[in-house]
């Protein structure tokens, strides 16, 4: 089971930057991708952006050009880089693993999330 501890959330004015973290960790055979979700209130949790382990990426057309992803393979650990921010990102960010464990048995595992407020 993969446990995702997330950091990096906060309060920034638009036009600022952002880092989140992601860092997988427990007993898993290995991570297929892993990707940042975001959910505002009243919305639905929708994907922004994905890497895999080989490192392809892929984003929503909304983050496009504005945000990357990135991961540390021996840190088990995914990266969200924000910039231009603006206030519509406003949400929680939310990450989610996709892995093999031993039994080559592919499981989903999600972060507690952490808030991104973007001010005006």
């Known amino acids: 089971q993969v446990q995702l501890v997330e950091s990096g959330g906060g309060l920034v004015q638009a036009g600022g930057s952002l880092r989140l973290s992601c860092a997988a960790s427990?007993?898993?055979?290995?991570?297929?991708?892993m990707g940042w979700f975001r959910q505002a209130p009243g919305n639905q949790r929708t994907l922004i952006a994905f890497?895999?382990?080989?490192?392809?990426?892929n984003y929503a057309d909304s983050v496009k050009g504005r945000f990357t992803i990135s991961m540390d393979n021996a840190k088990n650990t995914v990266y969200l880089h924000m910039n231009s921010l603006r206030p519509e990102d406003t949400a929680v960010y939310y990450c989610?693993?996709?892995?093999?464990?031993?039994?080559?048995?592919?499981?989903?595992?999600w972060g507690q999330g952490t808030q991104v407020t973007v001010s005006s």
């Open positions: 989610n693993a996709n892995y093999l464990d031993f039994r080559r048995s592919r499981f989903d595992s």
């Open positions: 890497i895999t382990s080989g490192g392809s990426t």
């Open positions: 427990g007993n898993f055979f290995s991570i297929d991708h």
